[in-house]
């Protein structure tokens, strides 16, 4: 597939892309925040640190599509200075949830925490795994255009929202189906392990590469 054209900075295709990028942003924000509160209380009931986990990824994500807003709005969309501190404030987010997640992962491993199961995070986890590859890829397909890392970032963000809802699916049906239970707290781990290296190539700008 060829990449999306480059537009001119400035030109009325970039304005009208940014506004995409930021109309976009909302939605996930509107899904995000959604998301996170059904997860985390789903999760809190079954005592599955992996959809615990989900939600708390959720609401890291809310807040990169906050720091999307910001960067178009106003006359930062134009602001190159802008673009860089929202391409670091993305990429932080990733950093904060995997010490959480990797912390009570490697504990329910070796206290042999069984979670619950849980209808609700089943629905979920599939509702997610089929709405944010969509979200993920429209951005990135702006970000490549506009060429804002930032962007692009959030989509990969997306991305790994979809990624890790498909492996927290795995895990609540392994648990639900065969009992095995050491799939929740290692799909926590993945979860951790993703998101380090998804923050370490968004902080270095390679997400429109």
Known sequence: MASPQVVLHGSPAYLREARKAKWLSWASLAYMGFE???AV????VA?????IGF???SAIEGFASIVIVWRFTGWRTLSHEAERRAQKLVAVQFFILAP??????GRALIEGARPEESM????????SLILMPILGRAKQRIGARIASSATASEGKQNLLCAYLAGAVLVGLLGNSLFGAWWLDPLVGLLIAGVAIREGRESWR?????
């Open 100 to 105: 959480y997640v990797a912390y009570e992962s």
């Open 47 to 51: 005592g599955s640190i992996a959809l």
């Open 41 to 44: 209380v789903a999760g809190i």
């Open 55 to 57: 939600g708390l990824d």
């Open 120 to 127: 609700v995070g089943i629905v979920l986890a599939t509702t």
């Open 36 to 38: 996170g509160i059904v």
């Open 205 to 209: 700008g390679e997400a429109c590469c």
